[in-house]
């Protein structure tokens, strides 16, 4: 069974820096393509990242482009997200997501990930 398990959330204030971490179990991790999507209560979940397979490509949410870098190591079944400069409105919880397609496209919708981690809270205080 494949399990995504995220890491790194927390409280920071305006303009501070985290890093997320999500490292998936079982499976063929090189072969996914991996998301980062987020949620406030109440709303849909949004897409704020994509990374494909080979790492060659990427994909940002308008909002996030410039602020965030997403990487992946696939020695170690780990996907990352670097996030500088944070704002308030990035307040959510952040979940990272596999695509087992195996193909050059990067989802931007929810429903075309297979596999979703728990979830990992990001506060930033203005």
């Known amino acids: 069974q494949v399990q995504l398990v995220e890491s790194g959330g927390g409280l920071v204030h305006t303009g501070d820096s985290l890093r997320l971490s999500c490292v998936v179990s079982?499976?063929?991790?090189?072969?996914?393509?991996m998301g980062w999507f987020r949620q406030v209560s109440g709303k849909e979940r949004e897409f704020v990242t994509a990374?494909?397979?080979?790492?060659?490509?990427?994909h940002y949410a308008d909002s996030v482009k410039g602020r965030f870098t997403i990487s992946r190591d696939n020695a170690k079944n780990t996907v990352y997200l670097q996030m500088n400069s944070l704002k308030p409105e990035d307040t959510a919880v952040y979940y990272c997501?596999?695509?087992?397609?195996?193909?050059?496209?990067?989802?931007?919708?929810?429903?075309?990930?297979?596999?979703w981690g728990q979830g990992t809270q990001v506060t930033v205080s203005s």
């Open positions: 079982a499976g063929t991790f090189s072969h996914y393509a």
């Open positions: 997501a596999a695509d087992r397609t195996f193909a050059q496209t990067m989802g931007v919708m929810a429903h075309e990930y297979d596999y």
């Open positions: 990374i494909s397979w080979s790492g060659r490509s990427t």
